[in-house]
Every structure is written in structure tokens, then in C-alpha cells.
């Protein structure tokens, strides 16, 4: 394996356990839970008609609509463990066709035991306000569940019929295969770059080399490797943007990204309000900071390669896995010892798969699984600056997973508005420990690092939403062509990153790569937005640090209970508000003032 640099080699990042869900693929508990599963969907199906026969009494209404949610609750928790199962480990080696056969075949028996409980939404969506209001009320048990019946009602205007329904379920294994050709056609991939033979994660990391020549070589090397895969990749996006546009016709969604909003408990509005206040921010933002990068590399024009070049052109600081985990815990700390103790269960167990290696997919994740298991978590460690970040980052969900379980599987299912905030808030504080135990030598390296985070996961987001808009309107009209899809890329890109950085020739394909694309359509505009809401905590927290910790657990131990706007008010923070937005932006241009009275 070529990584850029070598870090100090104490203690080597660890693989995972999965164990607590099963051995192996032979394990008999996958056979086993199969078959709970089967016997829970089986009762719960029992109950088909029920609801709408008893609707004229509110309190029959109410036992059967308790029961009959929680025995989905315990079908959803079976399989989602049986499914967690099969992604998490053939996420670690995508090269390996018997465990992705696994995972596709188990996905297929998955959907054929869950499909037949499609009824439930829909019967429960046949009853009137009033009558459900009233089970709610009569029914202790059942009022538990109004969190999660808030989500079931707001989709009642797009519902189709159970036969369609059914259709779609069953139909989501195979649609799922584009998104596993996807991963394993990168996954197989190898950059070129000089004489190192690289994976993509070690690509990508190599574009924050201290040396020019090694960032150049990594960019050119993805170059040649996207350019050869790039038909593959158009067409699968083509193929993934096709399947949802139908859908999203039938179920009377007007644009891409509603069913997202929707998800989200956000109104498409707001999600413009934000994108338009971040494009409006880019002059101030992202074309100042790499202008004065520009000037203190020495350069009248940044290369795309450069974007995130450290400032010094020694090697950075590196960091073993134990440096990084300690420092990742202090910083959990800081917000009381809980907070720590739970990270560090990730690391005891352990619940990480840290070690980079050949087959396995890149980037990172929190796997919840279930509220009754435990989450993992996935990266691939380098041993970089950045590499502290993404394990803080991803830290961060899982203590929000393990926090929002106590509320149950179904309604610790967090929407994305409030999935990142959490993990955003981790990166920060570990952000801030790195610069306050930093040499003062390092300290202008790592504002401008943290500047770069911050222009990486708000502006650079940003832009990916308003390609992928642009991208999904033009694919209405008929399938849109890589060479397409690459100019949509570089206008969108050129106009985030300003006139101070020079996109390369064969950037155009740098599309292809982005998983959210592909696995996640629109999810990408949910970072932006967690990264501004997470700025407004932070101002919050600076007032009172002691004050903010137990409303800030609250806020992640509801889960899914309540919506965004909920979540905020005891913060006295109102992000329907327009000048919302504003705080998180102004918040990286001080960022940008300081940075710029060091150069």
C-alpha cells in the first residue's frame, strides 16, 4: 500500500469485530433471525383490516396500531441487523465476489420477507386525522409512536396504490445493483501516479502531499483511471437518476429533490434559501481564501491539485493510531465524561475498521444497524491531520446513534437536517484541541486546514447539489452524456472555486467518483446544512459551555422524535429565519480574516 507519508507506526488502526452480529455468513443466527422475522411479519400481517375496522373505537384502535407497530419495529430490527451484516462486510473488500453475492442475495430475502407488510403505512394512512388523534390519545402505548406516524402521515399525499407498493419493494434489490456496480468498479480501481500503483482513498489523500510533484501525479493518475471508467459511471448515474425520476412520477413528487426534502422534514424552500445564501457567500468565502493561498504558495493561479496542499513544504505532522485516538477522546471530553466514555467503547470492542487496504471501498461511515445492536464505524486511516477529523466526524454519529437507540429502532431514525450535527460538532472540537496543542510553526497550516473543511463540506457541497440539480432537470429531457455531465461539472465547480484555481484538464471526470450520486441522490446539500446549523450551536456553546451539554444530549437522544425546528427551540435558534444561514457563513469569512492577517 502507497500512502503519502508514513506516520509514526505505534499502534496499527484496527479491524472490526462483527461477531456481535454474526460470525460469519455460516452462522446459523442469520438463518435463525431470518426466520423471527418471518413469524413477526406473519402476526403483524394478521392484523391487515383491523385498523379500519375498529377506527369508530379509539381505544381498540390504539392497542391494535401499538401492536402492530412494534411487531414491525421487531421485523425492521431482525433484518436491518441481517442486512447491516451483509453491507459492512463486503464494504471491507468489494474484490470479494463471494461476499458481495452475500450481500445481493440477502438483500433479495430481505425485501421478500418485508414487502408484505406495505399495508401498515397505507392502512394507517386511510384513517382520518381525527380518528388517529383520537388512538393516541386513548392509548398510552400507542402514543408513543407519534414521532414516527408524523413521518408515515407526511408521506400520505405520495402514497400509490399496495399493489405498486409491493411492486416497488420488490423491485429495490435489483435496482440496487447499480449502486454495487458503482462501488465495485471503484473499488477495483488503480491510479497510476509516478511509480506507486494506488487505491482510490490513497488518490485522494495523496492530493494533500507536501510535495507539488507527488499532488500532481495522484490528480493525473485519477485522471486516466476516471477517463477509462467514466462510460460505466455515466451510464449507471443515468440508469440510478432514471429509475428515481419515474417513481418520483408516480408518487406526484414535481422536482428531484422533493422526496429528500421529505425525508429530511424540511421544506424544499428553506434547502433553496440556504444553497442560494452559500452561492451568493462564494466571492467572500471560497475565491478570497484560495486567492491568499494562491499568494502564500507562491503562486499567480492555484492548480485543482493544490486546493488542498498543505501550506509547508515539510511533512506534516503525522499521527499513529493511538495519538489519534487519544486526542479524539479529550475532545469528546470536553462536552463531560459520558460523551467520552461512549466514543470510547468504539475503540474497546472494537466497533472500527480503520486499517486501509486493496478491495476495500473508500471514504467513511456510522453504520447504525439497529437501536438493539450497536453502530459501526468505517475509514480508512492515513494517518493524517484530516484523517483525526474524519474519525472524529464519524465518532460523532455513532455516539448519536448509541445516544438516539434508548428511543428504539424506529424512532431513533434520524433525518439528515439533524443526521450530521452531531458528527460536524465532534470535528470541531477535535479541530479546536489540534490548534491549541499545535506548535505555533503549525498553527497558520492548520487554520487554513480548517478553513479548507469548512469550504470542503459548505461550499464544495453546495456546488455538488446544484450540479446534481442541473444533472437530474437535464436527465427529464433524455439521457445526458459524460461529456455532459463533465462541462455541468466544471461550471459548477469553476464558480464555487473562483477565478484563483485553474481546473486541470481532465477534471471534467471528477464527477464519477462522488457515491452520494449514486447511492444517495441529494443527500449532499445535508452536509452544508449541518455544518452551518452545528456553527450556531458552537456560538450558542461559547456563551455558556456548561449550560449547553445537557441540551445539546437532549437534542441527540431524541433521534427522530422531533423535527429540526423542535430540536433548535431551546437553544433559541430559528432556522426557518433567513439570517440563520447567515451565522455558520460568517463564521468561516472570521476564519478567513484571521488566516489572512498571516499571510
Known amino acids: 500500500m502507497n500512502a503519502p507519508f508514513k506516520a509514526p507506526a505505534v499502534t496499527e488502526p484496527p479491524l ?25 411479519v406473519a402476526e403483524l400481517n394478521a392484523l391487515q383490516g383491523r385498523m379500519l375496522a375498529e377506527r369508530a373505537d379509539a381505544a381498540a384502535l390504539g392497542a391494535t396500531l401499538d401492536r402492530a407497530i412494534g411487531l ?3 421485523a425492521s430490527e431482525k433484518l436491518g441487523a441481517l442486512g447491516a451484516y451483509a453491507f ?68 400520505k399525499p405520495h402514497e400509490l396504490s399496495q399493489e405498486l407498493e409491493t411492486f416497488v419493494a420488490e423491485r429495490m434489490p435489483i435496482a440496487a445493483q447499480w449502486p454495487r456496480l458503482f462501488d465495485e468498479t471503484l473499488a477495483a480501481m488503480k491510479v497510476k501516479a509516478g511509480k506507486d500503483e494506488l487505491t482510490l482513498s490513497e488518490a485522494l489523500n495523496q492530493l494533500s502531499d507536501p510535495k507539488e510533484a507527488r499532488r500532481k501525479a495522484a490528480a493525473e493518475g485519477l485522471n486516466v483511471a476516471l477517463a477509462a471508467r467514466v462510460p460505466t459511471l455515466a451510464l449507471v448515474l443515468n440508469t440510478v437518476a432514471a429509475d428515481k425520476a419515474m417513481e418520483d412520477r408516480w408518487r406526484g413528487f414535481k422536482r428531484p429533490a422533493h422526496s429528500r426534502h421529505l425525508s429530511n422534514e424540511v421544506d424544499g424552500e428553506a434547502v433553496d434559501a440556504m444553497a442560494d445564501a ?23 493561479k492555484l492548480d485543482q491539485w493544490d486546493r488542498n496542499a498543505p501550506l509547508e513544504t515539510n511533512a506534516p505532522r503525522g499521527f499513529d493510531w493511538g495519538q489519534g485516538r487519544d486526542l479524539v477522546l479529550e475532545s469528546f471530553s470536553d462536552l463531560g465524561t459520558e460523551f467520552a466514555d461512549r466514543a ?40 493524517e491531520r484530516r484523517d483525526v477529523l474524519t474519525l472524529a466526524h464519524e465518532l460523532g454519529h455513532g455516539v448519536h446513534q448509541t445516544l438516539a437507540a434508548e428511543k428504539g429502532t424506529l424512532l431513533a431514525e434520524t433525518p439528515l437536517t439533524l443526521a450530521e450535527t452531531a458528527s460536524i460538532f465532534a470535528e470541531g472540537l477535535t479541530f479546536d484541541r489540534l490548534l491549541a496543542t499545535a506548535p505555533k510553526a503549525e498553527q497558520r497550516g492548520l487554520l487554513a486546514g480548517r478553513i479548507e473543511d469548512g469550504l470542503n463540506t459548505v461550499v464544495r457541497q453546495i456546488a455538488f447539489h446544484r450540479f446534481e440539480t442541473r444533472f ?23 464558480a464555487s472555486l473562483g477565478p484563483a484555481v485553474t481546473l486541470n484538464e481532465g ?15 441529494f443527500y449532499v446539500y445535508a452536509y452544508a446544512f449541518g455544518d452551518l446549523l452545528v456553527a450556531a450551536l458552537m456560538e450558542t456553546r461559547a456563551k455558556d459551555p456548561a449550560g449547553f451539554t ?16 423542535e430540536a433548535l427551540k431551546p437553544f433559541g435558534l430559528d432556522p426557518r429565519d433567513p439570517a440563520f444561514w447567515t451565522i455558520g457563513t460568517r463564521r468561516l469569512e472570521r476564519l478567513i480574516d484571521q488566516f489572512e492577517t498571516l499571510v
Open 278 to 300: 452559500v452561492a451568493a457567500a462564494y466571492p467572500r468565502l471560497s475565491h478570497r481564501y484560495y486567492a491568499l493561498k494562491a499568494r502564500v504558495l507562491g503562486k499567480a
Open 507 to 521: 477534471y471534467a471526470a471528477w464527477w464519477s467518483y462522488v457515491s452520494h450520486f449514486v447511492h444517495a441522490p
Open 472 to 494: 437530474h432537470d437535464e436527465r427529464a429531457k433524455g439521457e445526458v452524456s459524460a461529456e455532459r455531465l463533465g462541462e455541468l461539472f466544471l461550471e459548477e465547480m469553476g
Open 344 to 383: 470510547g467503547r468504539f475503540f474497546d470492542k472494537p466497533w472500527i475498521d480503520g486499517r486501509a487496504r486493496p478491495g476495500k471501498q473508500s471514504g467513511a461511515y456510522a453504520h447504525p444497524v439497529t437501536a438493539d445492536r450497536h453502530p459501526y464505524v468505517f475509514l480508512n486511516w492515513m494517518g
Open 72 to 74: 414491525y419495529e421487531r
Open 16 to 40: 472490526w469485530d462483527l461477531s456481535d452480529l454474526y460470525a460469519s455468513r455460516d452462522d446459523a443466527r442469520v438463518s435463525a433471525d431470518l426466520e423471527a422475522s418471518r413469524g413477526a
Open 88 to 155: 459492512l462486510a463486503a464494504s471491507t473488500d468489494r474484490s470479494d465476489a463471494a461476499a458481495q453475492g452475500f450481500e445481493a442475495d440477502l438483500r433479495e430475502k430481505i425485501t421478500a420477507v418485508a414487502t408484505p407488510t406495505v399495508w401498515l403505512t397505507l392502512e394507517i394512512n386511510q384513517l382520518e386525522e381525527a380518528e388517529l388523534e383520537a388512538a393516541l390519545n386513548a392509548h398510552a402505548g400507542a402514543a408513543r409512536w407519534r414521532p414516527w406516524l408524523r413521518r408515515v402521515r407526511a408521506m
Open 550 to 565: 445537557p441540551l445539546y444530549r437532549d437534542l441527540l437522544a431524541a433521534g427522530g422524535t422531533l423535527t429540526y425546528a
